[in-house]
Every structure is written in structure tokens, then in C-alpha cells.
């Protein structure tokens, strides 16, 4: 069984707190029942699917072996991973959406390899906010340039991968290099930060989880919350330091 299959398991038999039983927090009991478990339309909705779309329409016409060979000394070189990796389910974008509008970042900041739609996701959230993609090599940046032209998003400010900008909203999706999510959160962490950090696939391999707990452990890091395929830390002063796992 693969080891990402096993820790779905013991997920789903561990996973507590959904409809906020069991948090005594006022700040977190409203955070998991009206933005992380809200279900309701917003306006972009219908954008974000079609982008997704547009995606996955491209990726079934995609060269197979050029993505294989991005990764063939990574975790996986199995293409069918990479692109479920690197391509969140919708429920996330849409949540990440919704943390957005939550907590009014004054800056986006993502890091990582993404075919885009995680990026429009994050844009859409507030057209006034400039956000700073961090993407990782011409493959996945071709995917974004092409979802950011079709789209006329204006407020995602494409780069390759570099020193970590300041953020007080950091998206990391780069499951298939550990060390390199480990770097991003390190140099985030390095200094006094104040805001909201989401890591992708946690629980992709044992590696992506001892980045995962070892940057639970750190002081700024005042909530994390395991949603399985993402983590969440809060680091915001005056909370108290819990770990959660959140069935989603």
C-alpha cells in the first residue's frame, strides 16, 4: 500500500472537529464553520471551474515524458502524480479563495510548481492585491501564462523560483521536493511573521510530513490545521498553540 494511501486511512479515522465540535476557540470555531466549511457561490466560481477545465483539457493532450523527466530523480517520476500534485482539487482553490477574503492579505505570495489554477484562485480572491508566483520551471509557467492571458488576470506577477518576498499570505506547493518546501517556510519563519501560510500535500511522503511537523513545532506557528491533502498554519500573535486535524 502506498504510503500516502495509508495516511489517507488513518485520516479518515482520525480526522476530527468538522462543524467545529470539539474547539473551544472563538476565533477558530468561526473560522472552521464559516470560511473553511462554507459552502456557499461566489461570483468566481464559474471562472475557477472553467480554468480547471482548460487545464485538464490541455494535460490529456500533454508530452507525457517531458513532465517524467522533470521529476525522474524526485519522489515520483509517474506523470498521472505529478499532475494530481500539482493540480489541487477545487475545493482547495476554493478555500484558499475564502481564507483569502477572510483574513485581507495587504500581499499574495505563492511558491512552487502550479498549473495555474491555484494562482487565479488566489488572484480572483482580491483583485487589488498583487501576487507574487514564485513558479518553478518554463513548464509549469507556460500553463500559468496561458490561464493569466486567457483570463486577463492583472495582479499575478509571474517569476521563476528566488529568494522568499514578504508575505502575510504564503501558498507552498512543491510536494515533490521536501527540501525546497523546507526552505521556503524556514526563510519565512526566520524572521517575526504575522499571517497565514498554506503547505500542499503534506502527507505525500514521509518527507513531506517531517517537513510539515517540524514547522508545527515552531513558536510563530500558533495554529496548524491538517486538512490532509493541505496544511494550514496561523501564526497571529495571542493565540494559543494547538494542532487540529480537520475532516474536509
Given amino acids: 500500500m502506498k504510503y500516502s494511501t495509508r495516511k489517507k486511512l488513518a485520516y479518515l ?6 462543524k467545529g465540535h470539539g474547539i473551544h476557540s472563538p476565533f477558530l470555531f468561526r473560522l ?10 461566489f461570483s468566481a466560481w464559474p471562472m475557477l471551474d472553467a480554468a480547471e477545465e482548460n487545464v ?3 494535460l490529456r493532450m500533454v508530452d507525457k515524458a517531458s513532465y517524467q523527466k522533470l521529476y525522474e530523480t524526485e519522489i515520483s517520476s509517474d506523470f498521472n502524480v505529478i499532475k494530481k500534485l500539482h493540480l489541487l482539487p477545487v475545493k482547495f ?9 477572510e483574513f485581507q492579505p495587504s500581499s499574495l505570495l ?12 488566489m488572484a480572483l480572491a482580491d483583485r487589488r492585491i498583487r501576487l507574487v508566483a514564485q513558479v518553478e520551471n518554463d513548464h ?15 495582479n499575478i506577477d509571474l517569476a521563476g523560483v528566488g529568494n522568499v518576498t514578504a508575505s502575510d499570505f504564503v501558498v507552498v506547493q512543491n510536494p515533490l521536493n521536501p527540501d525546497e518546501c523546507s526552505r521556503v517556510l524556514g526563510q519565512i519563519v526566520a524572521k517575526p511573521y504575522d499571517g497565514l501560510i498554506i503547505l500542499c500535500g503534506i ?28 496544511g494550514i498554519f496561523i501564526c497571529k500573535k495571542g493565540l494559543q498553540k494547538e494542532d487540529f486535524v480537520l475532516r474536509f
Avoid: P
Fill in 13 to 18: 479515522f482520525t480526522a476530527r472537529h468538522s
Fill in 32 to 41: 472552521i464553520t464559516e470560511v473553511i466549511e462554507n459552502k456557499g457561490n
Fill in 56 to 58: 485538464r483539457n490541455t
Fill in 93 to 101: 482553490d476554493r478555500l484558499i479563495f475564502r481564507l483569502i477574503n
Fill in 110 to 121: 505563492f511558491c512552487g510548481s502550479t498549473f495555474g489554477v491555484t494562482l487565479m484562485a
Fill in 140 to 154: 509549469y509557467r507556460s500553463f500559468c501564462r496561458r490561464l493569466i492571458e486567457v483570463y486577463d488576470i492583472v
Fill in 203 to 230: 502527507h505525500t511522503s514521509s518527507e513531506m510530513e517531517a517537513v510539515w511537523k517540524r514547522y508545527q513545532k515552531e513558536q510563530q506557528v500558533r495554529i496548524s490545521l491538517d486538512l490532509f491533502e493541505i
